[in-house]
């Protein structure tokens, strides 16, 4: 069974960092794409960056130049250090592997950024 576990959210003033962890289990980690995802109240779930297998990045022009997305294969994890928050960035964060319909799993907990003076 596929698991994804997020964490290190958290409430930051704007203008600070999170760094925001996934831990997969279930699968053969170093062979997927991942992606970092997230839902703020009333929108759609988005995504907001890409990983490759080869460790190649992408992400969504909203966050580009502020977060910045790594994997590690050895601990099967995902990161997202984010800097330069803005309140607009106030969702619930999810990881998942990018798919064609959209992702491929099901949903873990997600882990909650609030950004607020």
């Known amino acids: 069974q596929v698991q994804f576990v997020e964490s290190g959210g958290g409430l930051v003033q704007p203008g600070g960092s999170l760094r925001l962890s996934c831990a997969a289990s279930?699968?053969?980690?170093?062979?997927?794409?991942m992606g970092w995802y997230r839902q703020a109240p009333g929108k759609q779930r988005e995504l907001v960056a890409t990983?490759?297998?080869?460790?190649?990045?992408n992400s969504a022009d909203s966050v580009k130049g502020r977060f910045t997305i790594s994997r590690d294969n050895a601990k099967n994890t995902v990161y997202l250090q984010m800097n330069s928050l803005k309140p607009e960035d106030t969702a619930v964060y999810y990881c998942?592997?990018?798919?064609?319909?959209?992702?491929?799993?099901?949903w873990g907990q997600g882990t909650q950024v609030t950004v607020s003076s």
């Open positions: 998942n592997v990018p798919s064609g319909i959209g992702y491929l799993y099901s």
């Open positions: 279930g699968i053969r980690f170093s062979r997927y794409v």
């Open positions: 990983i490759t297998t080869g460790s190649s990045t």
